[in-house]
């Protein structure tokens, strides 16, 4: 299952990965691996994009964020905050 936000004003006025992360589990039951899965290698392949996004191997465009977390649970049970570190863009520290 492939995770995101939808963020738009319409019918989806929220743009918080970690919150969609949240309900993906609290909501449909996906564990926390699932719903990282979900944003990631699920989410490439429902773009059309798993031959080059949504994972971190050699040859794939390498965009990704860098936590603030001492495990990735944290991400989907604390949705309130925000703990992001630092993020590359196509290989370049932002």
Same mark, same amino acid.
Do not use: C, K, S, Y
């Given at each position: 299952m492939a995770v995101a936000t939808d963020f738009n004003p319409g019918t989806s006025p929220f743009a918080s990965l970690h919150l969609a992360m949240n309900m993906a589990c609290v909501k449909f039951?996906?564990?926390?691996?699932?719903?990282?899965?979900?944003?990631? /290698?699920?989410?490439? /392949?429902?773009?059309?994009r798993q031959a080059s996004?949504?994972?971190?191997?050699?040859?794939?465009?390498?965009?990704?964020?860098?936590?603030?977390?001492?495990?990735?649970?944290?991400?989907v049970y604390e949705p309130g905050r925000s703990p992001l570190w630092q993020r590359v863009v196509r290989g370049e520290l932002q």
């Open positions: 039951g996906l564990t926390p691996e699932e719903a990282w899965a979900g944003v990631t /290698r699920h989410a490439a /392949r429902a773009l059309g996004h949504g994972q971190l191997a050699p040859g794939f465009v390498a965009n990704f964020a860098i936590w603030d977390a001492e495990h990735p649970v944290e991400m």
